[in-house]
């Protein structure tokens, strides 16, 4: 129905807050909303739902492994190799996964087919549900450098017919381009800092790059200025909620509560800002 | 020379302002490298003038060759990154730059070509040398970038003689946040005390572990989470990890942010008490574990 995403480029902006309070505000509403936490790196939105997870399994990226009765030493795995993950030496090709891609070059282009592929995995996909939210969920092992192939893992179990809310991880490298990509709408929370307002730049250029659509949250809205809010007049995003700092709400994070289910006001705020996100959505499509 | 690493696995923690901060308590001692080239941002607090840039450029990209190319499609069919579109036309934000289209295509009609993915920088502060750089939009390579900003700051900090690296890493438990650990003496993490704080502590913790970098643990805004700050307490005394100090919250780092100094330069008092407590701590913690 609509995929959401949730990003920032400062970390620690409130994006799991946001997504989190977004979804369970829409919950007495509608039948059809999942949370997908793309912060595979730094997973934290089950920490808030509690879910009873259904679902788990490893997801890994293809690694080539060499059979050595047939390799000649040729090298020319190792001269295709981008990625400097295969070195071939006398006797001997030694690869090194971690640095692997997964792209198969190498297995495809061996001239003896010296080279089959295998899954190494590099962390766990989960699904299940916190009532009537359905959840999903990435979880990157500790160690592992190249968290895009999980992202596109969980990206896989987004239902179609859905309003799927994507928690994505902060920057604006990689790893948020595969969560945020092929999304409807971005909402870039960020706050009113010189730093928040540097990433939130940063931020707002790679949605125009991906040619999405974003509106802006402002969290702790009262700490800084308001530099953020006149650059957001300027760059023409719309401002779809603030979010002002209170002691009580920093209380409730910590404790890994949501806001919205302790109060209706809240809950109200939250519904109103999916209004404007989808409002703003069709201003945006219209040619 | 030490390399110091701070890190936090989750954003926002103020590794930075923290950065800033430490190196205005050692001015001239040390060389600072902002490791978080996505979204870098040491270089707005720390009065930081800009004499060196550079290209970075580690990534290719393939372009195809229309006059060339007769449309067989393998291109598509071996493309695992989704980034060959159906007019065989590449997108080049989801180009890996793997080459493999273009060594496969019976016709040699795809060219992998160089692209600029970002630049780097020198940069001078009142504190010594910073090294940063900033990653182009929606590129890849950040670890590499990292490995670059970080040994330019290495070099940096042995020619002239300093006593101290200081890297503020990005956060993540990712590539660049390994890239950023690599070689380090002793990381400080960052905590936050809420229940996600402690979840990333423990990720970035394994991190650590796994590149056997030893870690020591300073809560910041301990005062906004007294309860998970004592479960993060306890959590280090039971990981053996040292607790270099607490840090309350305070909304002079805000304010100093706003005036675009440290908050070090901005305030005195007990603040800034804790704060160079917390470096001092760091410091013995990371001279006696490295010898």
Known sequence: ?287 | MKILTVISGKGGTGKTSLVASFASLVPDRLVLVDGDVDAANLSLITGAREFESHDFSASKVAVVNPETCNSCGLCLELCRFQAVAGDFSIDPVACEGCSFCAFACPREAIEMQEKVSGRWFVSRTPYGALVHARLGIAEENSGKLVTIVRNKGQELAKASGKDYLLIDGPPGIGCPVIAALSGADAALIIAEPTIPGLHDLERILSVCRHFGITAAVCINRYDLGPEQSKSIEAYCLKEGLVMVGKIPFDRAFVDSMVQGIAVTEYTGGALLNRISGVWDHFLNVAEQLSG
């Open chain 1, 1 to 287: 129905m609509i995929n959401l995403a949730i990003a920032s480029g400062k970390g620690g902006t409130g994006k799991t807050t946001v997504a989190v309070n977004l979804a369970l505000a829409l919950i007495p509403d509608y039948d059809n909303v999942e949370l997908l936490d793309c912060d595979v790196e730094e997973p934290n939105a089950h920490l808030f739902l509690k879910p009873e997870f259904e679902l788990e399994k490893a997801v890994g990226i293809p690694v080539p492994a060499v059979d050595h009765d047939r390799c000649t030493f040729c090298g020319r795995c190792s001269e295709v190799c981008m990625f400097n993950a295969l070195a071939v030496l006398k006797d001997q090709v030694i690869i090194l996964e971690e640095l692997c891609h997964g792209c198969g070059s190498c297995a495809y282009l061996c001239p003896e087919k010296a080279i089959t592929e295998y899954n190494r995995p590099i962390g766990t996909i989960k699904s299940g549900s916190a009532g009537k939210l359905k959840f999903g969920g990435g979880y990157l092992n500790p160690g592992e450098a190249m968290s895009p192939p999980l992202i596109n893992a969980v990206k896989k179990m987004i239902q179609p017919d859905h309003i799927s809310i994507i928690d994505a991880p902060p920057g604006t490298s990689c790893p948020v381009v595969s969560a945020v990509s092929g999304c409807d709408y971005c909402l870039l929370v960020t706050e009113p800092t010189p730093f928040g307002l540097n990433d939130l730049d940063l931020a707002s250029q790679m949605v125009s790059k991906l040619g999405l659509p974003a509106g802006v949250v402002i969290n702790r809205s009262d700490l800084g200025d308001d530099r953020g809010e006149k650059y957001c007049r300027h760059a023409g995003l719309p401002v779809l909620q603030k979010i002002p700092f209170d002691k009580e709400l920093a209380g409730l994070y910590a404790r890994g509560e949501a806001v919205v289910s302790h109060n209706r006001e809240w809950r109200r705020r939250f519904k109103a800002l999916f209004s404007g996100i989808t409002g703003n959505k069709k201003e945006v499509s219209r040619p």
